[in-house]
């Protein structure tokens, strides 16, 4: 029998489940480079995840309201619904892509 259209196309996109577990899993790593283009820029770089969020913004005038809201997640302070999944992962996308050409000119 055949299968139906719906089920392959969300066959071919992965789940929100693992979106959220990807934009988790994946924000500490960031944080490594953060910290280590804070470094490049000969900016102080603060030992808080919070105070390297706030240091990058100051330095690349780029909203990073994405990584606090996925830190909350982290730390239990928020919780991510299943509809805003996909709606984050296009914020941290766009965020990440403004960040990396900013890098991209040291």
């Known amino acids: 029998a055949a299968r139906p259209l719906g089920r392959d196309l969300r066959s071919a996109y992965p789940s929100r489940r693992r979106v959220k577990n990807l934009m988790l899993q994946t924000s500490s790593s960031l ?10 820029w000969g900016e102080p770089v603060p030992p808080a995840k919070r105070e390297v969020l706030a240091r990058l ?3 690349t005038h780029f909203d990073t ?3 606090e809201k996925i830190l909350d997640v982290r730390e239990g302070k928020q919780k991510l619904k299943r509809r ?5 992962m296009a914020e941290y996308l766009t965020t990440l892509k403004k ?7 040291l």
């Open 65 to 67: 309201a994405i990584f």
């Open 57 to 59: 913004n100051q330095t």
């Open 99 to 105: 960040i990396a050409r900013v890098a991209d000119t």
């Open 84 to 88: 805003e999944v996909l709606d984050w």
């Open 31 to 40: 944080f490594a480079l953060f910290r280590g283009f804070l470094r490049l």
